[in-house]
Nanobody, 121 residues
Framework: QVQLVESGGGLVQPGGSLRLSCTAS????????MGWYRQAPGKQRELVAR???????NYVDSVKGRFTISRDIAGKTVYLQMTNLKPEDTAVYYC???????????????WGQGTQVTVSS
């Protein structure tokens, strides 16, 4: 059983910063990528940032230059450093991992429970 546990959300003023963390635990054979998605009220969930096991990264255009995704050496914890936050960044942020739980190598999506980020004065 795989779990993704997120932390770091909260309320911040416009222009402020937050750092989200997500740690994967359980029976994990290989993690192919980890990332962050967000979903604002009335909107579809969108990919914010992703990092692969080869450390390739990609970002949605709206956060480029403001958000940075990184991971720890073990590769089981992913961080999202968010700076210069804007009200439009307000959303529930979900951690995602594509990983395999056995040597067959079939990747599957796993999700965290979500953490609220609110940017407001």
């Amino acid at each position: 059983q795989v779990q993704l546990v997120e932390s770091g959300g909260g309320l911040v003023q416009p222009g402020g910063s937050l750092r989200l963390s997500c740690t994967a635990s359980g029976i994990i054979f290989s993690i192919y990528s980890m990332g962050w998605y967000r979903q604002a009220p009335g909107k579809q969930r969108e990919l914010v940032a992703r990092i692969t096991r080869g450390d390739s990264t990609n970002y949605v255009d709206s956060v480029k230059g403001r958000f940075t995704i990184s991971r720890d050496i073990a590769g089981k914890t992913v961080y999202l450093q968010m700076t210069n936050l804007k009200p439009e960044d307000t959303a529930v942020y979900y951690c995602n991992a594509v990983l395999s739980t056995n040597s067959l190598g079939l990747g599957k999506d796993y999700w965290g429970q979500g953490t609220q980020v609110t940017v407001s004065s």
